[in-house]
């Protein structure tokens, strides 16, 4: 079974400081991904990365950076908290870049709970 | 670019079935849907390619209609377990990641 773990399941942070975010996935998947979960609003992309050192902005990137120094490793930093981003965040990976077949898709971490005071 | 969902809920008794229906306004490749409960990680139901592939998961089916650029979700003879929020999550082949629709709560009772 593909496994995701997050750091974290809840995180309290204060304005300002510096937050990250650690993903790991077991299973030599090439890509990892960011999600950000509100209620009303469903997933939305942070960033992602398609290989080592590399990472693609999602939709909503701003505020946010990556880090993917190992393959099986994908960190979200947030550079200075701030309480709108205040939210669950989800990791995710999957096995390659493109989606051909039935089991090519994407998994996800259990989630981080983040609250900014 | 996100995808649109409806309903946006759904409320059933012990059952009944229901439809969930997922619509891009860009070309798809595939289209995966996942359920969530609340408080944990989404998982994943099932993936259509294009070509108009139906798939069957117990008494969950879905289909994908390539040039209508919609998928649909059934769930026939729902169960207290199928309550929770469904996801579509589309890819337009494009190598990028999927991107979710706003989501479906689904809430079943005995």
């Known amino acids: 079974d593909v496994k995701v773990t997050q750091s974290s399941r809840y995180l309290v942070k204060r304005t300002g400081e510096k937050v990250f975010l650690e993903c790991v996935q077991d299973m030599d998947h090439e890509n990892m991904f960011w999600y950000r979960q509100d209620p009303g609003l469903g997933l939305r992309l942070i960033y992602f990365?398609?290989?080592?050192?590399?990472?693609e902005k999602g939709d909503i990137p701003e505020g946010y950076s990556v880090s993917r120094e190992k393959k099986e490793r994908f960190s979200l930093i947030l550079e200075s908290a701030s309480t709108n981003q205040t939210s669950m965040y989800l990791c995710a990976s999957s096995l390659l870049r493109y989606f051909g077949s039935f089991e090519e898709t994407q998994y996800f971490g259990p989630g981080t709970r983040l609250l900014v005071l | 670019q996100q995808p649109v969902q409806s309903p946006q809920a759904v409320i059933l008794r012990e059952g009944e079935d229901a439809v969930i229906n997922c619509s891009s306004s860009k070309a798809l490749y595939s289209v995966h849907w996942y359920r969530q409960k609340h408080g944990e990680a989404p998982v994943f139901l099932m993936i259509?390619?294009?070509?108009?592939e139906q798939k069957g998961h117990e008494k969950i089916s879905a289909s994908f209609n390539e040039k209508k650029q919609q998928s649909s979700l059934y769930l026939t003879a729902s169960q207290l377990s199928y309550s929770g929020t469904y996801f579509c999550g589309t890819d337009n082949q494009a190598g990028t990641a999927l991107i979710f629709g706003k989501g479906t709560t689904l809430s079943v009772s005995s």
């Open positions: 990365s398609y290989d080592v050192k590399m990472k």
């Open positions: 259509l390619l294009k070509g108009g």
